[in-house]
């Protein structure tokens, strides 16, 4: 059990109210899930570190992507970029197994951005689960692609659908979104994709976890059958399988997955009897030295926003994530927190789910997971990139 023997220093007392007391009881009601199944030791796995036998100069990839890739300091690609980039540049289909922070958004987007520096009026089409890893994508794509003269459109909810429009009718070339915003331009005849010949599935298991199966059908319905596909996934399932089958030609599979994100997470409870002795021990833990990184999990919007805002009267670097705020607002919390300007978040499971910061030292559920599944998805923020995560939970000793 987490040891609550630290110091505890000077904080203002409080008598507000956090997390879920003025939640109304729903159909989305809690499981009831027995505080061991949250504890459990780090046990990553044991792999032997992989040594490429190539430089990235040594890819067979246009001048100027190089020259990119060399001014953002990277020389040795990654494993799944070591395996994925040289089948891409051959036109293979490829499914790509491999947790975040693996590397896998440069591991296509090479290729693809290869490609379309040699053929300018052809399209690629890249999907994703969120707002936020596809605004993560289009960021790396822009310093991949910088000076080619290459141009995108962006299709995501949170912004303005006229800008979106004028992206494309501009002629953009790299299409970058989620399914619902890409699927309304289809159905409104503002995307045309008949000339799309490469299309990148990241995060497959997130967007069917998220309940987008039929929209991403239906985009993979509307592209020329002769293209080239990649598909990306952290797990494996029946229902992606046929997708799979359904929309790629002799995929060739590279899967660099070693063992369960979570497997690199150390997870134990806090006990508190009070919303008082609660707040008090997120304190003492948040001034820890080894809690460098923070993502805190509530349950409510107003919770989520008056928890970030207590923090930050006790001095704490903090700001919250939740479907109260505007896409603007949301892109700015990200990039403070991704950045260091904020070391703290404070997100509601929904605002969260696209929150792909790779350095991440500690989750901490202030409100408890509705489900199991829910916890996983939330612990498995951090112990990213091969680092060892804490999870910490409160969990209260009485109903």
Known sequence: MYKNNYSRS?????????????????????QNIHPSRFVKEANPAQTADYTSDNNFADFAIHPLIKSNIAYKGYKVPSEIQDKTIPLGLLGNDVVGIANTGTGKTAAFAVPILNKLLHHKTE?????????????????????LAKNSGLYGALLIGG???????????????????????????????TLDLGKCKMVVLDEVDRMLDMGFIND?????????EQRQSFFFS?????????????????????????????????????????????????????IKDDVKKTLIFGETKYGTERLGQELKT????????????SQSQRQRTMDNFRQGATNILVATDVAARGIDVIDITHVVNFDLPHTYDDYTHRIGRAGRAGNIGHALTFVPTRP
């Open 10 to 30: 000077p904080r203002r007392t409080t008598t507000r109210s956090y997390g879920s007391s003025n939640r109304q009881s729903s159909k989305n009601a809690r």
């Open 123 to 143: 399209q690629a089409l890249i999907i994703a689960p969120t707002r936020e890893l596809a605004i993560q994508i289009e960021d790396q794509c822009k310093k």
């Open 159 to 189: 912004l303005s659908i006229g800008r979106q429009i004028s992206s494309l009718r501009a002629g953009a070339t790299i299409i970058i979104g989620t399914p619902g915003r890409i699927k309304d331009h289809l159905k409104q005849g």
């Open 216 to 224: 991403v059908r239906f985009i993979l319905d509307t592209l020329p």
């Open 234 to 286: 952290a797990t494996m399932s029946p229902e992606i399988n046929r997708l799979i089958q359904t929309f790629t030609v002799n995929p060739v599979t590279v899967d660099v997955k070693a063992g369960d994100t979570s497997d690199n997470v150390h997870q134990d409870i806090i006990p508190y009897e009070t919303k008082q002795e609660r707040l008090d021990l997120l304190h003492d833990l948040l």
């Open 314 to 325: 006790r001095g704490f670097s903090v700001d919250s994530l939740h479907g109260g705020k």
